[in-house]
């Protein structure tokens, strides 16, 4: 267990943790000359041969506030110490507010210097503190000088020790590091406390962001020599393959390879009820996150609902852009506090780690963000798969919530989900959906097909991305490829050279139409580097300039040749190579410009242009400023090959 004093400076935490563990916590020579902390101290208590308490003894002087914070980040239980010839004080309700703020919701109220006061002020102070806290607290008064009432507090510490629930290993070991430094014949030595996981002598670890590989060489977990440390102990790691120079404050070590620093946070944001000014959107704060403090800007999610600025007690969905980057996880308790560092602003949860931008919170988003601050994963993924009928990815899932490969299977036992879900793979990704959820896709794909027979009888089907766009508002894109291709293995749906059509259909040919079109099909390939236009195709076919509109028209809707800009024309086999080309200059320069891609092909410019503003329109390139990037490769083989 993790307990951690919190009150004001010269109540008497450091000598109450000294009677507890006979550790004297104030170690610095500049510490014991001021007489008040400046840094965190650790003292540790063995309850039996099973159980340890770990102490840490936080400053409580008001210019050492950022370091009390980092100290209970992660503590199961706080001692609120409290003075009884001064009572609550600035200090002691700011620092109650922090811990509430950060999610603690175990509390012991400890009245020190009974011996200046009278009994009658002793109740006083204890009453005023229960009022304070707004909860039924237990209350211990202690005489810091002869050991008045310690002894009682040390039992009732010990009893809830031994009855602390074991802390689940689920996910990978993550510690924040709030102190390094080097010890003569042994090496660095790193602190922290463990948030999850186990690591063992020899593990091999990460440390964030700068993604160092490190090496655990040993271990001293609760103050003793130990081959593992584990979630809730604190834990000192002596480190090879890293230097003290490379280590700051706050910075992560994490066993998964996997987890990606961010510079976006969408958070659930509690305002302190003790502001006494507004807080405007884009308003930059400091950010306390693990022993992490960062610079950032609160942009307001829901600002076109509740407006600009937030108040006093608001709570609200918010995003937290950081000036560097950070590694944190879904669950992460924060503060935040003004660019003074003076005055604590609000605080709360990470729920989505790896955010984007957004310039509003669409009603999805907001249900979204609901589902993640569910109280449990397995409350949430009910919320996501069942409720919101959502597609999730696992690669993703497991990445926020800090998951092992085999820690998902026991939470979807665990809420009855294994015989409700699927899943489906693409582009090395993972996914999960309800069954409900692909059936409801899958009769929308087969009665658009079946709609589009009735409309255009005599197409020999719909080319997929047609159909894709047709359901688009619909249907994820990755679902709908596999789904398709679940169809067509399945015989309910067949391919037709590039097109998509039902099984028994039968297309119903006009021959002159046929003849029509084969014409203008030949003019078109005899465009091996330009996309012809309307006017080009008049100019080569000795057909009236309505029959040759009229016959690209029906091409287009039917899937036969792809409009660009609705002036220029190209038929499938020629966009498939273009796309190919296009591709193989991707391997080459992963970024390139319309200029490259122009002499690439050997293409006009405005050929090329409008070439490149299709591809980003079916998703198969992306443009970022004047460059683009193939985003989907296998896009090509899915809608451009004839089977």
Not at 537 to 556: G, N, P, R, S
Request: charged share 25%; aromatic share 6%.
């Amino acid at each position: 267990m993790i307990v951690a004093t919190a009150g004001h400076v010269d109540h008497g935490k450091t000598s109450l943790v000294k009677h507890l563990t006979g550790v004297e916590t104030d170690s610095l020579e500049e510490e014991k000359r001021r007489g008040l902390s400046i840094n965190l101290g650790y003292a540790y208590l063995h309850a039996d041969a099973d159980t340890t308490i770990g102490f840490i003894d936080v400053p409580g002087h008001s210019r050492f506030i950022n370091t009390m914070i980092s100290g209970v980040s992660s503590i199961d239980l706080a001692l609120v110490v409290v003075a009884a010839n001064e009572g609550p004080m600035p200090q002691t309700v700011e620092h109650l507010e922090i811990l509430r703020l950060l999610g603690i919701r175990q509390y012991v109220i400890v009245i020190t210097h009974i011996d200046r006061v009278v009994a009658p002020q002793v109740k006083e102070v204890a009453e005023k503190m229960q009022d304070i806290l707004g909860l039924e607290s237990p209350v211990f008064k202690v005489n810091n000088i002869d050991g008045t009432g310690i002894d009682d507090l040390k039992n009732y510490l010990f009893q809830e020790a031994i009855g602390q629930a074991d802390r689940t290993e689920r996910g990978y070991f993550r510690l924040s590091i709030d102190r390094n430094f080097l010890v003569k014949g042994v090496g660095l030595i790193v602190t922290g406390t463990a948030i999850s996981g186990r690591v063992s002598e020899g593990d091999k670890l990460f440390l964030l962001p700068k993604n160092i590989a490190v090496r655990v060489r040993a271990i001293h977990s609760q103050n003793k020599k130990s081959s593992v440390g584990r979630v809730g102990q604190r834990c000192a790691l002596q480190l090879a393959g890293v230097e003290k120079v490379q280590i700051k404050r706050g910075d992560w070590l994490n066993a998964s390879s996997e987890n990606q620093v961010s510079n976006r946070l969408n958070v659930r944001l509690k305002m302190s009820g003790r502001l006494t000014f507004k807080i405007k959107h884009l308003c930059p704060v400091k950010l306390h996150i693990g022993a992490k403090l960062v610079i950032a800007k609160l942009y307001l999610l829901e600002r076109k609902k509740n407006g600009n600025e937030l108040r006093a007690g608001d709570h609200v969905f918010a995003q937290l852009i950081i000036d560097s980057q950070i590694s944190c996880c879904h669950g992460d308790r924060f503060i935040l506090r003004d660019s003074s560092e003076t005055i604590t602003l609000g605080g709360g949860m990470v729920l989505e780690p790896h955010a984007i931008y957004s310039p509003k919170l669409t009603n999805s988003a907001k249900d979204y963000l609901l589902a993640m601050e569910a109280p449990n994963l397995e409350e949430t993924l009910t919320k996501l798969l069942i409720e919101q009928q959502r597609i999730v990815n696992v690669s993703l899932l497991k990445q926020d919530y800090n998951l092992k490969d085999a820690d998902l299977g026991p939470v979807l036992h665990n809420v009855g989900l294994l015989n409700e879900i699927k899943a489906f793979f693409r582009h090395s990704q993972k996914y999960l959906l309800s069954n409900k959820y692909w059936q409801t896709v899958e009769q929308s794909i087969i009665d658009y097909v079946h709609s589009w027979h009735a409309d255009n009888p005599s197409a020999l089907g719909i080319q997929p991305d047609h159909l894709l766009v047709g359901l688009r508002s619909e249907i994820d894109q990755n679902l709908f490829w596999n789904i398709l291709d679940d169809l067509v293995e399945r015989g309910v749906l067949t391919r037709v050279n590039s097109f998509v059509r039902l099984l028994d259909f039968k297309p119903k040919t006009d021959p002159v139409e046929m003849k029509k079109w084969k014409l203008i099909e030949e003019a078109l390939s005899q465009y091996k580097r330009q996309i012809p236009t309307l006017a080009n195709l008049k100019e080569d076919l000795m057909l009236d300039a309505k029959t040759i509109e009229l016959a690209l028209q029906k091409a287009v809707k039917e899937g036969r040749v792809y409009s660009l800009d609705g002036n220029r024309f190209v038929v499938f086999k020629q966009l498939r190579l273009f796309a190919h080309e296009v591709s193989q200059l991707a391997d080459e320069k992963p970024y390139f410009s319309v200029v490259e891609v122009k002499n690439s092909l050997g293409m006009g410019r405005n050929s090329c242009i409008q070439l490149l503003e299709y591809f980003d329109h079916i998703g198969f390139t992306r443009r970022y400023g004047e460059r683009r990037a193939v985003i989907d490769k296998d896009l090509l083989d899915r809608m451009f090959t004839m089977t």
